[in-house]
């Protein structure tokens, strides 16, 4: 189970979670294959039809994959385009308020096993995301963490999270919420 199942199983019934994650979404470029899959698009529907309190954007992960050849300059200012354009909805909407907005920055991805290819290069660019995004949030006011203090990458294929990592997020992000 994901971290955002766990969440709200741990939350309770006064919340919920709708979790909009889909594989290969990335901030900067979306698979051509997957293009109405798009985080953004997706996005404008929730947006348009739900009263939202908090948006967490957990991204960035897919853009280190060698193929894109991004810079972390790159793919903060996607996850700049993404804050703006949820605030210009906002800005736009008849809604009360615009949501909060917590951004994650993703565990540090290693350059082991099958997919080691396809990250190339991330191990590096991944260190220096964090705080790229750290300064995407304090100028967009946004809240921010980073998964990296708190959970690991597997082994096998050094980018994604076993049941104990999603569970590590799980907890620290119930904390946060429940700051809110």
Known sequence: MRWP???????G??????????PNRALVNN??????????TYLQSYLNELEIDLIIIDLGTNDLK??????VHDIA???????DSILNFYEQSNAPGSPKILILSPAHVREVGSYSGVYKGAEQKVV????AFENVASIKQCSFYDL?????VSNE??????????????????AIIREF
């Open 148 to 152: 990296a203090r708190i959970v690991s």
């Open 13 to 22: 019934a006064n919340f919920t979670i709708i979790e909009a994650g889909q």
């Open 77 to 83: 200012a996607g996850l700049t385009a993404l804050i």
């Open 66 to 71: 060698n193929r894109f050849n991004l810079n």
């Open 31 to 40: 698979p051509p294959f997957a293009g109405e899959l798009s985080g953004v």
């Open 157 to 174: 294929d050094g980018v994604h999270l076993d049941e104990k990592q999603h569970q590590k997020i799980s907890d620290a992000l119930e």
């Open 128 to 131: 220096q995301l964090a705080a």
């Open 5 to 11: 199942a766990k969440l709200a199983v741990k939350l």
